[in-house]
Structures are given as structure tokens and as C-alpha cells.
């Protein structure tokens, strides 16, 4: 096994570097959007990566925009949100019922074992896989 150790991975084009084994197959990709925020009070980002705009449209339901869009909608979507508050544990984050679209995906953050639906968190973290277009 060989350790290739560099400071900097460029692409020889405008698209991202490739991830590929011995045979040229593509084996993996870089996140190709990302963001950190807090979900409560005024909402605000941490950091991010490709993203043009974060919309808090109520309790828990939030609208990302891409920076670059994405070349169809079946991009993969991750997310965890949790709360600074030994009391809030299983908050969850999954994308909200609102159909995705290249441009802007919706999210919502829950806290799954009180039942009470939609849940504004301290800490939002989500990623999102796919090609750009």
C-alpha cells in the first residue's frame, strides 16, 4: 500500500478530481455541498460550502440554495441536528416532504421522542453528494 500525501489535489478540468480504483471505476466523491448553522433565533451560518442562501420558513423547516446546482435531483442528502441541552437527545434531521429540486432542497429538523413534530435545534449539519451540472 502506497500513502500519497500532497498539500493540495487539483483537477486537470473544471470538474472536480475523481476518486477511481486500479480499473478507472469511480469509486467515491467529495461532498458537494455542506453547511454548519444554528437553526434557532435568528438562524445563522457556521460555515458552509456551495451554498448561496439559508431560509428559515418556520419551527424546524429550513430552505437550502445551491451555490452550483446539482445536474438532477437524486442527489444524496446526510444531516444530524441536535441541542446544547442535556434534555434534548434524538433530534433528528431528515429532508422535509417538499420535493428537491437542482437548485434548493428543504429540511427539517425533529425531535423524535416528544411527538411534538418540528423542532428548532442549536446545531444543524448537513452534506449532500451528487454531480453538479
Not at 76 to 96: K, L, P, R, W
Request: overall charge negative; charged content about 10%; proline content about 2%.
Amino acid at each position: 500500500m502506497s500513502t500519497l500525501q500532497v498539500a493540495t489535489v487539483k483537477s486537470n478540468s473544471s470538474a472536480a478530481p475523481v476518486f477511481q480504483n486500479s480499473s478507472g471505476t469511480e469509486i467515491g466523491s467529495l461532498p458537494k455541498m455542506w453547511i454548519n448553522f444554528n437553526g434557532t433565533g435568528t438562524v445563522a451560518t457556521r460555515d458552509s460550502y456551495n451554498i448561496s442562501s439559508l431560509t428559515d420558513n418556520g419551527t424546524g423547516l429550513y430552505t437550502l440554495s445551491w451555490s452550483s446546482n446539482f445536474a438532477n435531483d437524486d442527489y444524496a442528502n446526510a444531516g444530524m441536528s441536535g441541542q446544547q441541552s442535556a434534555a434534548m437527545i434524538n433530534v433528528s434531521c431528515t429532508i422535509d416532504t417538499t420535493a428537491p429540486t437542482t437548485s434548493a432542497s428543504q429540511y427539517n429538523t425533529m425531535y423524535e421522542n416528544s411527538g411534538s413534530g418540528n423542532f428548532d435545534c442549536t446545531q444543524v449539519t448537513i452534506q449532500v453528494l451528487g454531480d453538479l451540472a
